[in-house]
């Protein structure tokens, strides 16, 4: 998002688009994309779609800087890269890397350290505006980001829009040199023409990328800049736009519909942003176009009300300053995030918003560093050798904070995975992991967190599914084999989502040890259903990927599916009962299909989870508490209706293996089992926890593949 222009000039109630003074309009945009950015992070249920507000702030940055380096360039015939880059830091730098050292510091005071590594890895990233390639490395998902997030993960943005001010003013003055010959109309417009070809070359490559992996689209750069030239489209164009008063009027109210129902409408599961981000990235260009007329339904004196300018003119330091804030608060106060709590951080977002342009925003775009009262014109005494290299090290000392934190945290990383390593044979141990929770064991509960495997710190990276697992982004399947590949031998195949893959570490185990084939059939956020056609987004996605991995389990025959998926809702709790009975429809279709084949389809049971009795983060709650005790939740609590038992019932065919009585002792399901962390996060197992329990998995499939027990594993 851009820094918030501070001129101002005499508000004209024409609609005419001229010079780039004060424009009311672009201060209400500002003000609507930054509360439905924070909205949407504050109530995500509420406004599903409020990402859309970043996209805002990118046409407003498209249109404001093309404006400006045009009117440079092409008029003037003043414009220099250095002058343009010195206003660029003074008016974004100051603000964004003391955002990022506060992050950064409070971090390493109050947040637990399973939030270290990827915060200073985040924070480097930032400080440097390359935060949204870092995210696409690290594969995050920004649309299903949850409190586990990042508190600089927010930054993607403002690194998009960086490097967007880095090359596109080299780029216009080039497309000029080429072009001006001739009239100046008639260059400027060959100048819009040409803008206009990079915005359809972006969209088309946004549109290919986002429908192949969309949650890497979502981060690139080359996916947005479409949305940047179309501002910059019409920065160019703007002189010749005349409208009437009531044209105007129209405009401005169907740009600002446009950019409502996306917000509304769209959702984390929308195909964005693709060709979809068409209608909040044109609605905010008519209502820029459309001017601020006044008239009967005039939306301009709302535009123009103190309100509304005060909080546009504070959107970037808002912007900055909320998602730490949502991240960081609840840790430190030891709060959980209730409804007051929530509109508490809102104001709260909105005040330090304020006192972050006041004596930051300000005094440094000003060159008032003294934070006296100076105006928002930067002073052209101070030498840009001096601006840039100030910029320089405010960049390596913040990026320097993050680097030391992440070095930490390595640190401890490699001494817990090199104790974890250690571990040769966990099922095989008396009182360790799921033995401990055997009736009649004779083991004592966990009294201390001390000592616990894996370490709370490396417990979200212990995943079982061991590689094999499809992103949210593709729909391609990916097939891991494990075990024999003697022609005789039983072949097994396991399909559904992150749920069904916690369990690969055990059943590998057991392939390799009892002689079966085993292969995977996995993909993040899909259960193995026979979805509609008519879904879109990513219920699209998953739809096609179940399409695709159905025809390959089908051709291959095996002797028998092993199939899992989530039982709860994202962020814990039970599904409603009308999408219960619409999962155990999908996954009726499905397994009909793998039984044709002359397959088995064996159900196993969700787990129980500790986010749907209230524990979101179990390492961190472990980490935080010498006594884990305090992160157990209730069996009753944990363990939600699920579908796959209505879907077995329905067919009559399907063994549903229910291990649940190996994660709880008591009515209660503690963290922390035998010495071992039972959970990765709020809702899967880690893969050590999923190891002990494979002498009590083999002996339930063992009934289940029609073989005997001892053939199922050699461990029970």
């Not at 998902?141 to 829009?161: K, M």
């Not at 010498?626 to 009559?652: H, K, N, W, Y």
Request: proline fraction near 6%; glycine fraction near 8%; aromatic fraction near 8%.
């Amino acid at each position: 998002m851009s820094a918030p222009t501070t001129d101002h000039s005499p508000v004209s109630a024409a609609p005419a688009r001229t010079a780039p003074g004060f424009l009311p309009e672009i201060q209400a945009l500002r003000t609507v994309a930054v509360l439905l950015v924070v909205v949407y992070h504050l109530w995500p249920g509420y406004l599903p779609g409020g990402y859309i507000g970043v996209d805002v702030f990118f046409v407003i940055s498209g249109y404001l800087i093309t404006a400006h380096i045009v009117r440079e360039v092409v008029d003037k015939r003043s414009f220099t890269l250095t002058g343009f880059y010195v206003r660029r830091i003074r008016r974004l730098l100051p603000a964004a890397l003391v955002v990022l050292a506060v992050v950064g510091v409070a971090t390493l005071l109050w947040a637990p350290q399973t939030l270290w590594n990827d915060t200073g890895k985040q924070i480097v990233a930032s400080a440097f505006y390359v935060e949204n390639w870092a995210l696409v490395a690290n594969s995050v998902d920004y649309l299903g980001a949850s409190v586990e997030s990042s508190p600089v993960q927010h930054f993607w943005s403002l690194s998009v829009e960086e490097q967007f001010y880095l090359f596109w003013p080299i780029l216009i003055a080039a497309a000029w040199l080429l072009i001006a010959r001739g009239r100046a109309a008639s260059a400027r417009t060959r100048l819009g023409l040409t803008l206009a070809g990079i915005a359809v070359a972006s969209l088309v490559f946004s549109v290919i990328a986002t429908y192949s992996d969309q949650p890497s689209a979502y981060f690139n750069t080359f996916t947005r800049m479409w949305e940047f030239a179309v501002g910059g489209v019409l920065a160019v164009f703007a002189a010749r736009l005349s409208l009437r008063p009531w044209q105007s009027i129209a405009a401005t109210w169907a740009g600002l519909v446009a950019i409502l129902v996306s917000a509304v409408v769209y959702t984390s599961g929308s195909l964005f942003p693709g060709w979809i981000a068409l209608l909040p990235v044109v609605g905010t260009a008519v209502v820029i176009a459309a001017g601020h007329a006044d008239g009967r339904l005039s939306l301009a004196p709302v535009m123009r009300s103190r309100p509304v300018q005060f909080v546009g003119a504070i959107s970037y330091s808002v912007y900055l300053w909320h998602w730490p804030l949502i991240v960081l608060l609840p840790i430190i106060l030891e709060r959980a995030l209730d409804t007051p709590f929530r509109i508490a951080l809102l104001f709260g977002s909105l005040l330090v918003g304020w006192l972050s342009k006041k004596y930051i925003e300000d005094p440094f775009r000003s060159g008032t560093i003294g934070w006296g009262s100076g105006t928002a014109t930067p002073n052209p005494t101070v030498r840009p050798r001096l601006v840039f290299a100030m910029a320089a090290v405010g960049m390596v000392v913040v990026a320097s904070i993050g680097a030391a934190q992440w070095a930490q945290s390595e640190a401890r990383i490699a001494q817990s995975e090199s104790a974890l390593r250690a571990v040769t044979d966990p099922a095989a141990l008396p009182c360790f992991g799921a033995a401990a929770a055997v009736p009649g064991s004779g083991c004592a509960p966990a009294t201390t967190s001390e000592g616990v495997l894996p370490d709370p710190i490396i417990a979200r990276d212990d995943g079982a599914a061991d590689g094999c697992q499809q992103s949210t982004g593709s729909t391609e399947v990916l097939v891991c084999s494990f075990g024999s590949k003697a022609p005789g031998a039983l072949r097994i195949a396991v399909a559904g989502d992150s749920h069904a893959g916690q369990w690969v570490g055990a059943l590998k185990t057991l392939a390799i040890d009892s002689g079966w084939h085993l292969d995977t059939y996995l993909r993040s956020g899909c259960g193995l259903a026979k979805l509609p056609d008519s879904a879109v987004g990513g219920a699209q996605r998953c739809a096609t990927w179940n399409d695709k991995a159905l025809r390959a389990i089908v051709a291959e025959q095996y002797d028998a599916v092993i199939v899992s998926t989530r039982s709860s809702v994202v962020g814990g709790g039970a599904k409603s009962e009308s999408q219960q009975a619409a999962d155990a429809s999908a996954m009726v279709g499905a397994w009909t299909e793998i039984q044709a084949s002359g397959a088995r389809v064996i159900a196993i049971h969700d787990i129980p989870q500790p986010a749907n009795g209230g524990v979101y983060d179990a390492p961190t709650c472990v980490m935080e508490n010498p006594d884990p005790a305090p992160c157990a939740t209730s069996m009753s609590s944990s363990i939600v209706a699920d579908p796959q038992v209505a879907a077995a019932r329905e067919l009559g065919s399907v063994e549903v293996i229910d291990l649940a009585p190996y994660f709880c002792v008591d009515d209660s399901c503690p963290a922390v089992l035998g010495s071992v962390l039972v959970y990765g996060d709020g809702n899967h197992m880690t893969a050590l926890f999923a190891q002990t329990l494979t002498p009590y998995l083999g002996a339930e499939l063992a009934p289940a593949l029609g073989i005997e027990p001892a053939e199922a594993s050699s461990l029970s």
